[in-house]
């Protein structure tokens, strides 16, 4: 009862084509040869992997436990994950590994898809509350906006960090 191909079913303006596109255009290879294969172990692509962190983080979903459930039963998120499903410890340790160019390719994304009114970014919200970042919607992204861009990124970082020491403090304690 599914389509043939799973891109019929999401809108052809979606920003995941432009992060599919962008991410493609870039080259992995000096990050794809430090994973590989091993027995109980997938190696994931890094391309794959940054599609998933930049739409997530576009999203608001900071959490790579978030990430690892969004992408299992969001048809965007399967899409860009090429039906791959990544667990979280592997999507953490990839964003703490490889922060700039996951920082690097977000800017791009944003920045090109307010451009092209694919994303609305009158207002970027942190930590619950939101921040006007344009006066003039045509306008590129300002060092401010960058900046709290960047923060949005290390917001993630920081996220799985608290619930993994969240997590741990909650199996010392029933041990």
């Not at 969004?70 to 990544?86: C, D, H, K, S, W």
């Not at 009158?122 to 709290?148: F, H, P």
Request: with cysteine; hydrophobic share 40%; aromatic share 10%.
């Amino acid at each position: 009862m599914l389509p043939k191909d799973i891109r019929t079913m999401i809108p052809e303006d979606h920003v995941c084509f432009f992060i599919e596109k962008l991410v493609n255009c870039v080259d992995f290879s000096e990050i794809d040869f430090q994973y590989v294969d091993t027995p109980g172990q997938k190696a994931y692509s890094a391309a794959m992997l940054v599609r998933i962190i930049i739409l997530g983080t576009i999203y608001s979903i900071h959490s790579s436990r978030k990430l690892e459930r969004i992408v299992r039963e969001n048809i965007v998120f399967m899409y860009l994950a090429g039906f791959q499903t990544p667990v979280f410890s592997t999507i953490a340790a990839f964003k703490r590994e490889h922060k700039e160019i996951i920082e690097k390719i977000f800017l791009e994304t944003i920045n090109y898809g307010h451009n092209k009114n694919l994303i609305d970014l009158d207002s970027i919200s942190i930590n619950g509350s939101k921040t006007r970042a344009y006066a003039n919607k045509y306008n590129n992204l300002t060092n401010e906006d960058v900046l709290k861009l960047l923060h949005i990124i290390r917001k993630g970082i920081i996220t799985d960090m608290e619930e993994n020491k969240a997590l741990e403090n909650r199996e010392n304690k029933t041990v």
